[in-house]
């Protein structure tokens, strides 16, 4: 997968603004984030989720992998994504489990 480009980007008058040519930055993107079990998508395979309100099939995916990643970028044209982790994703134990110091 190819590296993110590096962009100097600064907030002026509440407007993202790229430094090199002064023009805006429009940050548009997709949310991406599981409200249920098992809370945290799965990485492998490389099947493309495109079940979006244009597509006519607007339900949640299970999956966020690089072929999502690229689709977002190359189809979608979005430039972010919106990571929702919930709290039974970042700490999948149960509640009073010690938290992973290493994560």
């Known amino acids: 997968m190819a590296q993110s480009a590096v962009r100097d980007v600064i907030i002026t008058n509440q407007s993202f603004i790229n430094t090199s040519n002064n023009a805006p930055v429009l940050l548009v993107g997709a949310n991406v984030v599981m ?5 945290i998508p799965a990485v492998e ?5 495109d079940k979006t ?22 189809e979608l044209g979005y430039n972010l994504i919106r990571l929702g ?7 999948p134990s149960g509640q009073g ?4 110091p290493e994560w």
């Open 85 to 91: 982790v919930t709290w039974a994703g970042a700490q």
């Open 35 to 39: 409200k249920g079990p098992p809370w």
């Open 97 to 100: 489990a010690p938290l992973d």
């Open 53 to 74: 309100p244009s597509s006519g099939a607007y339900n949640s995916c299970q999956t966020f992998n690089a072929a999502d990643a690229r689709n977002i970028k190359d």
């Open 45 to 49: 395979g490389m099947a493309v989720c």
